[in-house]
């Protein structure tokens, strides 16, 4: 998903934006459904957050293979949205969606955040899904 927030500070180098979308318990019958047809409860999205953010680092995977080089970058901000909200950065959020604030430390791929080479975060994952 598109970056909502790249900081303006030549220092600072900070990107947000939102992960992956929940589905609220109340919005199941017509669930947020992503790119390849695929969706998740909200709860189980809260669990996953969770464990994710204990790690401390997100894997920047540019070609998204995990053949390549990989980057890991500090996560300075990780949550589910519990209810509908306007952040600061002027942009509507959804409850259920899950939002990283990342510290990029490497030059090179913060010009290519700056420049929307790299446009956003993009989930890479496996799950079970009910029938199963």
Known sequence: MK???I?????????SGII???T???LE???YV???GDWVKMAVLQKAAHEYTQ???FVFDINHNFEGEEFEFDILESYVVTEDDILKFGVELKKGAWLMTLKIDDDDIWQKIKSEEL???SVQGTAKSPEN
């Open 3 to 5: 970056f909502f927030y």
């Open 55 to 57: 790690r401390g680092k």
């Open 20 to 22: 992956m979308m929940g």
């Open 29 to 31: 019958a017509d669930p």
């Open 119 to 121: 446009s956003g975060f």
């Open 24 to 26: 609220p318990p109340e």
């Open 7 to 15: 900081s303006k500070g030549a220092d600072e180098q900070i990107v």
């Open 34 to 36: 992503d790119a390849q």
